[in-house]
């Protein structure tokens, strides 16, 4: 009967990586490995005799799952089940990755790459942190109404420009952004996040998970005179132990993100709500039995 919400980054409290006040990762974590089964090496689902594997610890897209202990998380019984879910992962993601990673500071300047259901939540980051201007970054302009409910002071689309968009932002923020974030998976578009950074201290927060064959290039100037990369996975936050939090400071009114929620849909159309991901048509659906 407890609410809980499952983890897609476990926390076993006992690895290398748990004990590190500077990490958030886990061991015990699927993800990389993708081996698809639970600790004792097992998977829990089948269809038609044959093994399903599990997805990232967690495997919810079912009417029911099996996690590990260490991959799940009880919350606060008042809870909104369909409005928390968002902190398992989205929400949590983008908002971690300015408030934990890069730690934005109140009067300070923020661009983000890619204005989805993350890149949103980056923007709620940077706006709870104080940050005096959130530029947000999209080629799909009809999402520039959404980024500006939420924080966002100016939105930009590079296909509105004939030079580079990190030449752009340079000109409006007196030498580039103190804080960039590349919300997308474009590792062309992560090497533009970190060129629009301020050269001296700007520092750069990759959120997008790019295919796994791809790669990075720049010239090493770029960070050589004091720019900083920094990647993350799930904004930073040990799952086991600030999700709960999170899940509070909602309930507390610390920030507000029932707007990322465009889309409410049954399970068994499920696949449309991939669709209107797709075409750019909805933020985040949310899945109902």
């Known amino acids: 009967g407890d609410k809980v919400i499952p983890l897609f980054v476990p926390q076993c409290g006992s690895c290398r990586c748990c004990k590190n006040p500077d990490s958030n990762l886990c061991y015990k974590s699927d993800i990389g490995k993708y081996s698809g089964v639970l600790l004792d090496n097992t998977t829990r689902f089948t269809c038609k005799g044959k093994p399903v594997y599990h997805f990232v610890n967690t495997s919810t897209f079912t009417e029911y799952t099996v996690v590990d202990e260490i991959a799940v998380a009880k919350i606060h019984p008042d809870a909104p089940l369909d409005k928390v879910w968002l902190i398992g992962c989205g929400f949590s993601t983008g908002y971690g990755s300015a408030v934990n990673i890069a730690k934005v500071k109140p009067g300070s300047s923020c661009v983000v790459f890619g204005l989805g259901g993350v890149g949103l939540s980056v923007i709620i980051g940077c706006k709870v942190a104080g940050a005096a201007k959130i530029i947000a970054v999209d080629i799909n302009c009809d999402k520039f109404a959404k980024a500006k409910e939420f924080g966002a002071t100016e939105c930009i689309n590079p296909k509105d420009y004939d030079r580079p968009i990190h030449e752009v932002l340079a000109e409006m923020t007196d030498g580039g952004v103190d804080y960039a974030f590349e919300v997308i998976g474009n590792t062309g ?12 201290c700007g520092k750069t927060v990759i959120v997008g998970v790019a295919p796994s064959n791809a790669t990075m290039t720049f010239d090493p100037m770029l960070m050589l005179t004091g720019r900083i990369l920094h990647g993350a996975v ?20 610390k920030f507000e993100f029932d707007g990322l929620i465009t889309h409410k849909l049954p399970l068994e159309k499920i696949n449309e709500g991939f669709e209107l991901l797709r075409k750019g048509e909805s933020i985040r659906s949310v899945v109902c039995l």
């Open 189 to 200: 578009v992560m090497t533009s996040a970190l060129s629009s950074s301020f050269f001296g």
């Open 234 to 253: 799930f904004g930073g936050w040990k799952s086991k132990d600030d999700v709960p939090k999170l899940v509070d400071d909602y309930i507390n009114k």
